[in-house]
């Protein structure tokens, strides 16, 4: 698969982050999905997170498996590293990666069929280990590629473009991810930037795994009537749980390792510092919900779904959770860097590992 790179014409007046870089900087290749996909606004988005936050580049890694969803990674931070995995096994690239060197900023970008379908065994695994990445699943309800067959994600009733009707359930990522135990779930919309760009933000300074899915309409095979996952449907459907905004913390702040409290007024707003001392504020909409109350979050969306609409926003937080690496004790430097004497500990350390399993 060829890309076309981008012409590196940079505005001088065009607005610098801590690094010094542009939003240019954090660019890719162009795009050679269709034009109006949904996909390319949350590459926006992605670039707009990222040079925000004032992420190094070299130490991103962009992750995804096979769709149209997969070719997200070559549209942003052309600096950064790539893995392009077969269809949905991306998870296991990531883990892997993640214990050689856990000082990287690592981002997965999967589609429904890629995450729901053939590569649910590994998403849930991911999530149960609590892996420390990002998981963006572009959500369009059908297989683009493939000329718009219906997707695990597809809503009952849902009309395809040439008339079928799907009558299978849906399998729903974030009431999934919830009761799995992912520790941060948040659902939004790509054509709302304001709202996916700070959770974007917050989900890449949450330490441990933290799931995005975001409906992205198929502009070829799903935005027609009788579709729930189409630009006008969405824009009707959905409904934000709680506002979120990100404001990053101060250079010299030292993070907090302490376990998130949410408990606040409706119509107030609650700064809920992460364990980087980034913080999200959350502005409470219903004065039922609560993103730090399990039950109540799953009762919130399916109580939305069952009404035909869409719950967004920052669902489900819980940030005290241990993540991969406290999990499975893996040293604080990248395997790479470690000398040869503590990787190869010689074969009196193997024999005595061996008796272990006698």
């Known amino acids: 698969m060829s890309f076309m790179a981008k012409p590196k014409v940079i505005h001088p007046d065009l607005p610098h982050n801590a690094l010094g870089l542009t939003r240019r900087d954090y660019e890719g290749a162009n795009s050679t999905l269709c034009a109006g996909c949904g996909h390319d606004s949350i590459t926006a988005a992605l670039i707009e997170a990222c040079w925000a936050l004032s992420l190094e ?17 070559a549209y942003f931070v052309s600096g950064g590293h790539g893995f392009n995995a077969v269809h949905g096994r991306m998870p296991s690239i990531a883990t892997g990666a993640s214990a050689a060197n856990r000082r990287l900023q690592y981002i997965g970008i999967s589609g429904d069929g890629d995450t729901l ?6 998403f849930c ?17 059908v297989y683009g590629l493939t000329k718009g067959q ?3 994600s597809a809503d009952v009733g849902s009309r395809a473009k040439k008339g079928e009707v799907n009558h299978s359930p849906p399998i729903d990522p974030v009431q999934l991810a919830i009761t799995l135990g992912a520790s941060f779930v948040a659902r939004s919309f790509s054509g709302d930037k304001p709202q996916l760009v700070p959770l974007l933000q917050a989900a890449m300074r949450h330490r441990g795994f933290a799931l995005l899915d975001v409906i992205s309409p198929c502009v070829t095979f799903n935005d027609h009537e009788g579709s729930t996952r189409s630009y006008a449907y969405t824009r009707e459907h959905y409904e934000e749980a709680v506002h979120a905004d ?8 030292v993070p907090p390792q302490a376990a998130i409290a949410v408990d606040y007024a409706p119509g107030t707003t609650q700064a809920v510092t992460l364990h980087d001392g980034s913080r999200l504020l959350l502005r409470k909409a219903e004065e039922q919900y609560d993103p730090g109350d399990r039950a109540a979050a799953l009762a919130a ?7 035909g609409e869409y719950l967004t926003g920052l669902l489900y937080v819980a940030a005290e959770q241990p993540e991969f690496h406290e999990l499975n004790t893996t040293p604080d430097e990248p395997l790479n860097q470690l000398p040869y004497e503590r990787l190869n500990p010689g074969p009196e350390a193997l024999a005595k590992t061996l008796a272990r399993f006698r």
């Open 125 to 141: 695994h991911a999530i149960r280990r609590n892996l420390d990445m990002v998981y963006i699943i572009e959500n369009n309800g």
């Open 117 to 122: 379908s053939i590569g649910l065994g590994q």
């Open 246 to 253: 990100f404001v990053p913390p101060p250079a010299d702040f």
């Open 150 to 152: 219906f997707s695990a």
């Open 301 to 307: 969306i399916q109580g939305h779904l069952a009404q």
């Open 57 to 73: 580049p070299q130490n991103v890694v962009k992750l995804s498996g096979i769709g149209c969803s997969s070719k997200t990674t």
